[in-house]
């Protein structure tokens, strides 16, 4: 996409998360867990940035979170994309 990242890894490390003061714009791509964890943690960062004088947008995989899965991340969401483009 062109755009800078930075790969957080946890939902504890996505809170923590340092974002140059150059950088004026956000996306926060966060995970969908079933414990809202992940959820929880795109909020906090979203609303520290949003205090730091950042524009932030958020966005979640969509669900549902399959059966027996604790959690939906961006990377089964291409991984989805993939098996469907390809059939």
Same mark, same amino acid.
């Given at each position: 996409?062109?755009?800078? @990242? $930075?790969?957080? @890894?946890?939902? +504890?490390?996505?809170?923590?998360?340092?974002?140059?003061?150059?950088?004026? /714009?956000?996306?926060?791509?966060?995970?969908?867990?079933?414990?809202?964890? +992940?959820? #929880? &943690?795109?909020?906090?960062? &979203?609303?520290? %940035? =949003? =205090?730091? +004088?950042? #524009? @932030?947008?958020?966005?979640?995989?969509?669900?549902?979170?399959?059966?027996?899965?604790?959690?939906?991340? $961006? %990377?089964? @969401?291409?991984? /989805?994309?993939?098996?469907?483009?390809?059939?």
């Amino acid at each position: 996409m062109g755009l800078p @990242v $930075w790969a957080c @890894v946890s939902a +504890g490390m996505l809170e923590k998360v340092k974002i140059p003061d150059s950088v004026s /714009e956000v996306i926060i791509a966060g995970d969908l867990d079933r414990s809202g964890r +992940g959820q #929880q &943690a795109t909020e906090r960062l &979203a609303e520290r %940035l =949003h =205090h730091e +004088g950042k #524009q @932030v947008k958020t966005a979640l995989p969509p669900g549902p979170i399959p059966d027996g899965g604790k959690s939906v991340d $961006w %990377l089964d @969401v291409l991984a /989805e994309s993939r098996e469907v483009a390809c059939e």
